[in-house]
């Protein structure tokens, strides 16, 4: 058996090892952890002109089944030593949580909770594809027709697989594809450079669960081949900054997954009780390192801006780096330092402009930006802005930062813009109707609930069954 | 399997003799080209008499500059002895501003004929039609091509396509452009297979690759696929090799341009791996793989290193040109009693992104 496992792509479930590979290293020794076989543009061009064949493996499956399945992969993945690679390796799950944060910087305790909900994820799937589906009898599906409440109803896939261009910040992400699986629709995907593993171990459980292996498309490769997956699937989902997502928003069949932006308000209402809020501000700015589009990037208030951001700042910004074992660590690190060094410099290009303050760095002791352990991290920074108009009012970044915007109540929604969720502490009936009819927010949560809490049976970032399947009109003589 | 030192030694002392010549040639009134001769009055030093051996050369020649070719008329190069015969004029680059220009008469038959003796029959049948889907226009290649084919009995039909136009495109990240316009060659090169009997095909690896996407070329009635123009990573090759030719078609890939002529690859053995090794048509081009931050060393073997090119012609002399590539040095390999440059790539290419386009 090689030293160094080897991670082939997966073409149509078959391993391909390509003479193109990469190493996936520890970000903080630069000891290389696996091999990745990286493959070109061709191949996958080339698989897709057989994807039918992946769909039919699958439909040889009942939903129900692959439902089964899905449940069984859940334990699976959480339990169990896994197949890694091709060269005769295993991964139990102890060495997928140090592999994994070896290589994305995660400390172990973000890789467990992102693991759980992977996990949670596969074991609830039926209620999701309920959520999902608005109730559809899924028999519906295997059979292409039926009815539902009286009426006559048939569905079809809008597209033979579903391409996947993940990214490396957080395991968690790979919840979002997993109804593709019980939905039949195959899988064509590009793993994050520095997190090879969730899916690779995801795609292996639900194997070893029952699932066929032809279901499966694993394609290391390069933006060439990305871009491949985005054009040829028919329906992808892309994950990313604005740079890389804008070029797709009106691709309608591609849908964008970038920076959330969330958010929370708090209403005239409420203002005045804002210090019982500050531990649930702080832990939806802050859980999971901060590297969740859901995390909270913006606290907007009608007063108290400057206390509020003092308060948690004195909160945040003591958080310093801490070793990756260390079942308190909340910060995570950078895989890629140089992704650090750009976040850095754009918080010190957008202070340059009037109107912003870093309320943290009273309460830091340190730079923003810190080394530990051979690995670069950003401490938490916490900028009161003094409008939205200020460049660092509405930004988002891989680490816990936010700012706090002061905005009265009645011009909050005209500013938000676009976000993926938004935690609005309010009792305000008026201004709860305003927020439940404004198109800009994805996910509302009324009340003080954290943006970082997932309901399962509450679709967000887009309805997947939506996107994948298409309603056709039937009339049967 | 090595080379023995005789057969190394008999063809470092064949390129030395024909450098000697072609330097006596370049440098002499009665034969030579005003810009050498320019140049040698200006530098001070007789070649003719200073430079015995390609390791003179290397040690007294600087780098040719692209820019010559570039700024100069054309006239500066016709030696003495071809005054009054018509030339070609041959261009490269150009993607923005003056394209480099080289003037020639007979060498690119020269090469292709010596060339056309490593085409099989099997793959290349003679007497029957090639077609060439590539860069035409002002560029050798499409003289050189139509020249192999008929040297081997056959027609060639031709596609063009205009790599000035797909770099300006992909630079300004235009890809739904690009992507249009290789459809548009490509679609033209399925009408002509479909419409026509070819059995031989010259194009770049994204062309074949893109037209193996639209027809099966086997059955189109292809048997050989001759290559070049762009990077070939050992991973590539194997995807053209089994999953575009499906292992039916032979693969005869190149490293060749405007300037050096055409470097023929060695027979992939399995140990190669896919890794593609080409030996230039020595003595009358001369590659080296050289240190990039000490051009005058070259580096060891099985290391990357910048491409130099030295071409010794009568048509051209052209010194030590630093070409915008870089290989892996390989050891002479039979029938190549001469060192081999490998998977050549951008120079660069490691450390940032290359237009290399469509083609």
């Given at each position: 058996?090689?030293?160094?496992?080897h991670?082939?792509?997966?073409?149509?479930?078959?391993?391909y090892?390509?003479?193109?590979?990469?190493?996936?290293?520890?970000?903080?020794?630069?000891?290389?952890?696996?091999?990745?076989?990286?493959?070109?543009?061709?191949?996958?061009r080339?698989?897709?002109?057989?994807?039918?064949?992946?769909?039919?493996?699958?439909?040889?499956?009942?939903?129900?089944?692959?439902?089964?399945?899905?449940?069984?992969?859940?334990g699976?993945?959480?339990?169990?030593?896994?197949?890694?690679?091709?060269?005769?390796?295993?991964?139990?799950?102890?060495?997928?949580?140090?592999?994994?944060?070896?290589?994305?910087?995660?400390?172990?305790?973000?890789?467990?909770?992102?693991?759980?909900?992977?996990?949670?994820?596969?074991?609830?799937?039926?209620?999701?594809?309920?959520?999902?589906?608005?109730?559809?009898?899924?028999?519906?599906?295997?059979?292409?027709?039926?009815?539902?409440?009286?009426?006559?109803?048939?569905?079809?896939?809008?597209?033979?697989?579903?391409?996947?261009?993940?990214?490396?910040?957080?395991p968690?992400?790979?919840?979002?594809?997993?109804?593709?699986?019980?939905?039949?629709?195959?899988?064509?995907?590009?793993?994050?450079r520095?997190?090879?593993?969730?899916?690779?171990?995801?795609?292996?459980?639900?194997?070893?669960?029952?699932?066929p292996?032809?279901?499966?498309?694993?394609?290391p490769?390069?933006?060439?081949?990305?871009?491949?997956?985005?054009?040829g699937?028919?329906?992808?989902?892309?994950?990313?900054?604005?740079s890389?997502?804008?070029?797709?928003?009106?691709?309608?069949?591609?849908?964008?997954?970038?920076?959330?932006?969330?958010k929370?308000?708090?209403?005239?209402?409420?203002?005045?009780?804002?210090?019982?809020?500050?531990?649930?501000?702080?832990?939806?700015?802050?859980?999971?390192?901060?590297?969740?589009?859901?995390?909270?990037?913006?606290?907007?208030?009608?007063?108290y801006?400057?206390?509020?951001?003092?308060?948690?700042?004195?909160?945040?910004?003591?958080?310093?780096?801490?070793?990756?074992?260390?079942?308190?660590?909340?910060?995570?690190?950078?895989a890629?330092?140089?992704?650090?060094?750009?976040?850095?410099?754009?918080?010190?290009?957008?202070?340059?402009?009037?109107?912003?303050?870093?309320?943290?760095?009273?309460?830091?002791?340190?730079?923003?930006?810190?080394?530990?352990?051979?690995?670069?991290?950003?401490?938490?920074?916490?900028?009161?802005?003094?409008?939205?108009?200020?460049?660092?009012?509405?930004?988002?970044?891989?680490?816990?930062?936010?700012?706090?915007?002061?905005?009265?109540?009645?011009?909050?929604?005209?500013?938000?813009?676009?976000?993926l969720?938004?935690?609005?502490?309010?009792q305000?009936?008026?201004?709860?109707?305003a927020?439940?009819?404004?198109?800009?927010?994805?996910r509302?949560?009324?009340?003080?609930?954290?943006?970082?809490?997932?309901?399962?049976?509450?679709p967000?970032?887009?309805?997947?069954?939506?996107?994948?399947?298409?309603?056709?009109?039937?009339?049967?003589? | 399997?090595?080379?023995?030192?005789?057969?190394?030694?008999?063809?470092?002392?064949?390129?030395?003799?024909?450098?000697?010549?072609?330097?006596?040639?370049?440098?002499?009134?009665?034969?030579?080209?005003?810009?050498?001769?320019d140049?040698?009055?200006?530098?001070?030093?007789?070649?003719r008499?200073?430079?015995?051996?390609?390791?003179?050369?290397?040690?007294?020649?600087?780098?040719?500059?692209?820019?010559?070719?570039?700024?100069?008329?054309?006239?500066?190069?016709?030696?003495?002895?071809?005054?009054?015969?018509?030339?070609?004029?041959?261009?490269?680059?150009?993607?923005t501003?003056?394209?480099?220009?080289?003037?020639?008469?007979?060498?690119?038959?020269?090469?292709?004929?010596?060339?056309?003796?490593?085409?099989?029959?099997?793959?290349?049948?003679?007497?029957?039609?090639?077609?060439?889907?590539?860069?035409?226009?002002?560029?050798?290649?499409?003289?050189?091509?139509?020249?192999?084919?008929?040297?081997?009995?056959?027609?060639?039909?031709?596609?063009?396509?205009?790599?000035?136009?797909?770099?300006?495109?992909?630079?300004?990240?235009?890809?739904?452009?690009?992507?249009?316009?290789m459809d548009h060659?490509?679609?033209?090169?399925?009408?002509?297979?479909?419409?026509?009997?070819?059995?031989?095909?010259?194009?770049?690896?994204?062309?074949?690759?893109?037209?193996?996407?639209?027809l099966?070329?086997?059955?189109?009635?292809?048997?050989?696929?001759?290559?070049?123009?762009?990077?070939m990573?050992p991973?590539?090759?194997?995807?053209?090799?089994?999953?575009?030719?499906e292992?039916?078609?032979?693969?005869?890939?190149?490293?060749?341009?405007?300037?050096?002529?055409?470097?023929?690859?060695?027979?992939?053995?399995?140990?190669?791996?896919?890794?593609?090794?080409?030996?230039a048509?020595?003595?009358?081009?001369?590659?080296?793989?050289?240190?990039?931050?000490?051009?005058g060393?070259?580096?060891?073997?099985?290391?990357?290193?910048?491409?130099?090119?030295?071409?010794?012609?009568?048509?051209?002399?052209?010194?030590?040109?630093?070409?915008?590539?870089?290989?892996?040095?390989?050891?002479?390999?039979?029938?190549?009693?001469?060192?081999?440059?490998?998977?050549?790539?951008?120079?660069?290419?490691?450390?940032?992104?290359?237009v290399?386009?469509?083609?």
């Open positions: 058996m090689a030293a160094l496992p991670l082939p792509a997966l073409r149509r479930g078959k391993p090892a390509s003479l193109d590979q990469v190493e996936v290293k520890d970000c903080r020794t630069g000891e290389a952890l696996a091999r990745l076989s990286q493959v070109n543009a061709g191949i996958i080339k698989d897709l002109a057989r994807i039918s064949e992946a769909r039919s493996a699958l439909m040889q499956f009942s939903c129900d089944r692959l439902l089964e399945i899905c449940h069984q992969a859940a699976f993945f959480l339990n169990e030593s896994l197949p890694l690679g091709d060269q005769g390796h295993t991964q139990t799950p102890q060495q997928y949580v140090e592999t994994l944060s070896a290589t994305s910087g995660l400390p172990f305790v973000m890789v467990r909770r992102n693991m759980e909900k992977v996990a949670s994820a596969l074991r609830q799937m039926r209620t999701i594809l309920n959520s999902l589906t608005r109730g559809l009898d899924l028999g519906i599906l295997d059979r292409g027709l039926g009815e539902q409440a009286g009426a006559r109803i048939s569905f079809y896939a809008a597209s033979p697989c579903l391409g996947l261009v993940m990214p490396s910040n957080s968690g992400v790979n919840s979002l594809w997993l109804p593709a699986i019980p939905l039949k629709i195959p899988v064509i995907l590009k793993p994050g520095e997190e090879p593993w969730t899916p690779y171990r995801i795609i292996q459980a639900l194997i070893a669960a029952g699932c292996a032809q279901a499966f498309g694993f394609y490769t390069d933006h060439e081949g990305s871009a491949e997956i985005l054009r699937c028919g329906r992808a989902l892309v994950f990313g900054d604005k890389t997502t804008a070029q797709y928003a009106n691709n309608p069949a591609i849908q964008v997954h970038g920076p959330g932006l969330s929370i308000l708090i209403g005239e209402d409420q203002i005045e009780r804002w210090p019982e809020f500050i531990d649930l501000m702080a832990s939806s700015i802050a859980d999971n390192g901060g590297r969740s589009c859901i995390n909270a990037s913006t606290v907007v208030v009608p007063r801006a400057a206390e509020i951001a003092d308060a948690l700042a004195q909160k945040l910004g003591p958080l310093a780096p801490l070793p990756p074992q260390d079942e308190t660590a909340k910060l995570a690190a950078f890629n330092s140089r992704m650090a060094d750009s976040i850095d410099a754009a918080i010190e290009e957008g202070l340059r402009s009037p109107g912003a303050v870093e309320v943290t760095a009273k309460y830091r002791n340190g730079s923003r930006k810190a080394s530990f352990e051979g690995a670069v991290y950003m401490r938490p920074a916490i900028v009161l802005c003094d409008s939205f108009a200020h460049p660092l009012a509405n930004r988002e970044f891989l680490f816990p930062y936010a700012s706090v915007v002061q905005a009265a109540q009645a011009d909050m929604l005209s500013q938000i813009g676009p976000s969720v938004v935690t609005a502490i309010t305000d009936t008026a201004f709860r109707a927020l439940l009819e404004s198109p800009l927010i994805d509302l949560n009324l009340g003080p609930i954290s943006t970082m809490q997932v309901a399962w049976d509450q967000h970032e887009g309805n997947l069954f939506e996107f994948l399947y298409r309603r056709r009109a039937l009339e049967l003589s | 399997m090595s080379l023995d030192p005789n057969t190394l030694s008999a063809a470092q002392n064949q390129l030395d003799a024909h450098m000697r010549e072609i330097i006596a040639w370049h440098f002499s009134p009665e034969t030579g080209c005003p810009f050498w001769l140049w040698a009055s200006k530098a001070g030093w007789d070649p008499r200073e430079v015995k051996s390609f390791a003179d050369l290397v040690a007294r020649f600087p780098h040719f500059q692209d820019e010559w070719l570039r700024e100069l008329q054309p006239d500066v190069w016709v030696p003495a002895k071809y005054q009054g015969r018509p030339y070609n004029i041959f261009e490269t680059g150009g993607t501003g003056m394209p480099k220009q080289r003037i020639g008469w007979d060498d690119y038959k020269t090469d292709y004929e010596e060339f056309s003796s490593k085409l099989p029959d099997e793959h290349f049948p003679r007497g029957a039609a090639w077609l060439m889907v590539g860069p035409t226009g002002p560029r050798r290649l499409r003289l050189a091509i139509e020249h192999l084919a008929n040297f081997r009995g056959s027609p060639c039909y031709f596609v063009d396509l205009d790599p000035r136009w797909v770099k300006k495109v992909m630079g300004e990240k235009k890809l739904d452009q690009a992507r249009a316009y060659v490509v679609d033209q090169a399925v009408i002509l297979l479909r419409h026509r009997k070819i059995s031989a095909l010259f194009t770049t690896p994204k062309l074949l690759e893109a037209m193996g996407e639209k099966d070329l086997y059955e189109a009635g292809i048997r050989g696929v001759f290559c070049g123009g762009t990077t990573a991973q590539y090759v194997r995807f053209i090799v089994e999953e575009v030719l292992g039916r078609i032979g693969f005869y890939p190149t490293y060749g341009n405007t300037l050096m002529g055409l470097a023929a690859s060695a027979p992939l053995r399995p140990e190669d791996n896919f890794s593609v090794t080409y030996y048509p020595q003595p009358r081009a001369v590659l080296r793989v050289v240190n990039p931050s000490q051009t060393q070259a580096v060891d073997y099985d290391t990357w290193g910048r491409v130099e090119l030295t071409t010794l012609t009568r048509e051209l002399f052209l010194p030590r040109f630093l070409e915008r590539d870089e290989a892996i040095r390989r050891q002479p390999r039979d029938p190549y009693p001469w060192d081999g440059v490998a998977e050549v790539r951008p120079f660069g290419a490691m450390e940032k992104t290359i290399e386009g469509v083609y």
